[in-house]
Protein backbone atom coordinates (compact mmCIF):
# COMPACT_ATOMS: atom_id res chain seq x y z
CA UNK A 1 0.00 0.00 0.00
CA UNK A 2 3.07 2.27 0.08
CA UNK A 3 2.57 5.64 -2.09
CA UNK A 4 -0.90 4.92 -2.88
CA UNK A 5 -4.60 4.55 -1.42
CA UNK A 6 -6.35 1.46 -1.71
CA UNK A 7 -9.83 0.49 -0.76
CA UNK A 8 -10.73 -0.92 2.10
CA UNK A 9 -14.21 -2.50 3.69
CA UNK A 10 -17.20 0.01 3.75
CA UNK A 11 -16.27 1.71 1.16
CA UNK A 12 -12.87 3.79 2.17
CA UNK A 13 -9.78 3.94 1.34
CA UNK A 14 -6.44 3.69 3.09
CA UNK A 15 -2.82 4.69 2.90
CA UNK A 16 0.62 4.51 4.14
CA UNK A 17 2.03 7.58 4.79
CA UNK A 18 5.61 8.56 6.57
CA UNK A 19 6.50 11.52 8.42
CA UNK A 20 7.67 13.86 5.86
CA UNK A 21 4.82 12.51 3.89
CA UNK A 22 2.41 13.64 6.55
CA UNK A 23 4.23 16.35 6.83
CA UNK A 24 4.40 17.91 3.24
CA UNK A 25 0.37 17.00 2.80
CA UNK A 26 -0.42 19.14 6.24
CA UNK A 27 1.39 21.71 5.34
CA UNK A 28 -0.14 22.48 2.16
CA UNK A 29 -3.52 22.09 3.62
CA UNK A 30 -2.81 24.85 6.05
CA UNK A 31 -1.21 26.81 3.52
CA UNK A 32 -4.55 26.49 1.07
CA UNK A 33 -7.04 27.30 3.76
CA UNK A 34 -4.79 30.72 4.83
CA UNK A 35 -5.42 31.21 0.97
CA UNK A 36 -9.10 30.20 0.67
CA UNK A 37 -9.61 33.09 3.83
CA UNK A 38 -12.21 32.87 6.61
CA UNK A 39 -15.75 31.38 6.29
CA UNK A 40 -18.91 34.53 6.51
CA UNK A 41 -19.45 32.82 9.70
CA UNK A 42 -16.32 33.77 11.64
CA UNK A 43 -16.91 37.38 10.65
CA UNK A 44 -20.84 37.46 10.77
CA UNK A 45 -23.61 38.93 13.06
CA UNK A 46 -25.49 35.95 15.22
CA UNK A 47 -28.35 35.96 12.66
CA UNK A 48 -28.84 32.71 10.44
CA UNK A 49 -31.35 34.19 7.77
CA UNK A 50 -28.48 36.80 7.39
CA UNK A 51 -26.10 34.61 7.34
CA UNK A 52 -28.15 32.17 4.64
CA UNK A 53 -28.30 35.01 2.10
CA UNK A 54 -24.97 36.93 2.48
CA UNK A 55 -24.05 37.43 -1.09
CA UNK A 56 -20.43 36.32 -2.08
CA UNK A 57 -18.31 38.66 -4.44
CA UNK A 58 -19.05 39.49 -7.80
CA UNK A 59 -15.60 39.67 -9.19
CA UNK A 60 -13.07 37.24 -9.79
CA UNK A 61 -10.07 36.89 -7.00
CA UNK A 62 -7.13 39.03 -7.72
CA UNK A 63 -4.79 35.62 -6.71
CA UNK A 64 -3.98 33.50 -9.67
CA UNK A 65 -4.53 30.29 -7.75
CA UNK A 66 -7.88 31.87 -6.56
CA UNK A 67 -9.35 32.37 -9.77
CA UNK A 68 -7.74 28.73 -10.67
CA UNK A 69 -10.38 27.40 -7.82
CA UNK A 70 -12.82 29.51 -8.42
CA UNK A 71 -13.00 30.56 -11.89
CA UNK A 72 -15.65 32.38 -14.10
CA UNK A 73 -18.52 30.08 -15.04
CA UNK A 74 -19.34 31.64 -18.17
CA UNK A 75 -16.72 31.65 -20.71
CA UNK A 76 -16.48 31.24 -24.74
CA UNK A 77 -14.50 27.99 -25.23
CA UNK A 78 -14.50 28.60 -29.14
CA UNK A 79 -12.52 31.67 -29.16
CA UNK A 80 -12.33 35.49 -28.06
CA UNK A 81 -16.34 36.64 -27.89
CA UNK A 82 -17.50 40.20 -29.45
CA UNK A 83 -17.62 43.10 -27.19
CA UNK A 84 -21.55 42.63 -26.51
CA UNK A 85 -20.71 39.28 -25.68
CA UNK A 86 -18.22 39.47 -23.37
CA UNK A 87 -19.72 42.00 -21.25
CA UNK A 88 -23.02 39.51 -21.29
CA UNK A 89 -20.73 36.24 -20.18
CA UNK A 90 -18.86 39.20 -17.37
CA UNK A 91 -22.62 40.08 -16.17
CA UNK A 92 -23.59 36.29 -16.19
CA UNK A 93 -20.41 34.91 -14.01
CA UNK A 94 -20.59 37.99 -11.80
CA UNK A 95 -23.69 36.93 -11.22
CA UNK A 96 -23.68 33.76 -11.00
CA UNK A 97 -20.12 34.38 -8.38
CA UNK A 98 -22.03 36.33 -5.77
CA UNK A 99 -24.72 33.14 -4.85
CA UNK A 100 -22.09 30.51 -5.25
CA UNK A 101 -18.21 31.70 -4.45
CA UNK A 102 -19.63 31.54 -0.32
CA UNK A 103 -20.41 28.04 -0.30
CA UNK A 104 -17.86 27.14 -3.13
CA UNK A 105 -15.26 28.50 -0.42
CA UNK A 106 -16.79 27.19 2.27
CA UNK A 107 -16.95 23.17 0.91
CA UNK A 108 -12.99 23.55 -0.43
CA UNK A 109 -12.13 24.81 3.60
CA UNK A 110 -14.36 21.72 4.80
CA UNK A 111 -12.67 19.74 2.88
CA UNK A 112 -9.20 20.90 3.63
CA UNK A 113 -9.95 21.08 6.93
CA UNK A 114 -10.83 17.59 7.29
CA UNK A 115 -7.32 16.68 6.06
CA UNK A 116 -5.75 18.54 8.70
CA UNK A 117 -8.14 16.79 11.27
CA UNK A 118 -7.43 13.51 9.66
CA UNK A 119 -3.44 13.46 9.93
CA UNK A 120 -2.98 14.96 13.37
CA UNK A 121 -5.22 12.10 14.47
CA UNK A 122 -2.71 9.55 12.73
CA UNK A 123 0.07 11.75 14.09
CA UNK A 124 -0.84 11.08 17.29
CA UNK A 125 -1.31 7.40 16.59
CA UNK A 126 1.58 6.74 15.49
CA UNK A 127 3.74 8.91 18.11
CA UNK A 128 6.92 7.48 18.06
CA UNK A 129 7.25 5.54 14.88
CA UNK A 130 7.73 6.77 11.74
CA UNK A 131 4.82 6.34 9.88
CA UNK A 132 1.37 4.86 9.93
CA UNK A 133 -1.59 4.12 7.93
CA UNK A 134 -4.41 6.35 7.20
CA UNK A 135 -7.93 5.32 6.78
CA UNK A 136 -10.39 6.90 5.50
CA UNK A 137 -14.36 6.75 5.89
CA UNK A 138 -16.03 7.27 2.57
CA UNK A 139 -17.53 10.56 3.31
CA UNK A 140 -13.63 11.49 4.21
CA UNK A 141 -12.09 10.11 1.03
CA UNK A 142 -14.47 12.03 -0.74
CA UNK A 143 -13.12 14.94 1.06
CA UNK A 144 -9.98 14.17 0.30
CA UNK A 145 -10.22 13.84 -2.77
CA UNK A 146 -11.67 17.54 -3.24
CA UNK A 147 -8.50 18.65 -1.38
CA UNK A 148 -5.87 17.14 -3.25
CA UNK A 149 -7.79 18.15 -6.37
CA UNK A 150 -7.54 22.08 -4.81
CA UNK A 151 -3.55 21.33 -3.48
CA UNK A 152 -2.69 20.38 -7.32
CA UNK A 153 -4.91 22.99 -8.85
CA UNK A 154 -2.95 25.26 -6.49
CA UNK A 155 0.35 24.13 -6.90
CA UNK A 156 -0.34 23.84 -10.89
CA UNK A 157 -1.34 27.77 -11.14
CA UNK A 158 1.94 28.88 -9.33
CA UNK A 159 4.00 25.89 -11.38
CA UNK A 160 2.36 27.77 -14.50
CA UNK A 161 0.84 24.60 -15.81
CA UNK A 162 -2.16 25.26 -18.25
CA UNK A 163 -2.19 21.68 -20.00
CA UNK A 164 -0.71 18.22 -20.37
CA UNK A 165 1.98 19.38 -22.31
CA UNK A 166 3.36 21.70 -19.75
CA UNK A 167 3.12 18.72 -17.35
CA UNK A 168 5.29 16.90 -19.75
CA UNK A 169 8.07 18.89 -19.26
CA UNK A 170 8.14 18.86 -15.76
CA UNK A 171 9.77 15.53 -15.75
CA UNK A 172 12.57 17.14 -17.49
CA UNK A 173 13.43 19.60 -15.45
CA UNK A 174 17.55 19.80 -13.98
CA UNK A 175 17.66 18.77 -10.36
CA UNK A 176 18.97 22.50 -9.76
CA UNK A 177 16.32 24.12 -10.78
CA UNK A 178 14.12 25.77 -8.02
CA UNK A 179 10.82 24.90 -8.90
CA UNK A 180 11.83 21.22 -8.55
CA UNK A 181 10.33 20.47 -5.41
CA UNK A 182 7.26 22.06 -5.89
CA UNK A 183 6.99 19.67 -9.24
CA UNK A 184 7.81 17.10 -6.90
CA UNK A 185 4.68 17.33 -4.61
CA UNK A 186 2.73 18.22 -7.60
CA UNK A 187 3.17 14.90 -9.20
CA UNK A 188 3.35 13.14 -6.03
CA UNK A 189 0.21 14.23 -5.19
CA UNK A 190 -1.43 13.56 -8.52
CA UNK A 191 -0.40 9.82 -8.20
CA UNK A 192 -2.28 10.25 -4.76
CA UNK A 193 -5.30 11.40 -6.21
CA UNK A 194 -5.67 8.89 -9.09
CA UNK A 195 -5.01 6.13 -6.74
CA UNK A 196 -7.98 7.26 -4.47
CA UNK A 197 -10.01 8.34 -7.44
CA UNK A 198 -9.57 4.30 -8.36
CA UNK A 199 -10.90 3.29 -4.89
CA UNK A 200 -13.94 5.37 -5.42
CA UNK A 201 -14.87 4.00 -8.51
CA UNK A 202 -17.51 1.43 -8.33
Do not use: C
Not at 60 to 88: C, I, M, N, W
Request: aromatic share 4%.
Amino acid sequence: MPGQFEPIPGGGAAVALDDVEISIIRSLAVQLLELIGPGPAENASDDPLAELFAEGPSEPPSDPVLRRLFPDAYGDPEGTPQAKEAEEQRAHSAEFRRYTENDLRAGKRENALAVIRALDALASEAAGESGAVLKLSAEESRQWLGALNDLRLAIGSRLEIADEDDTDLLYRLPDEDPRKPMVMAYLWLGGLQESLVATLMP
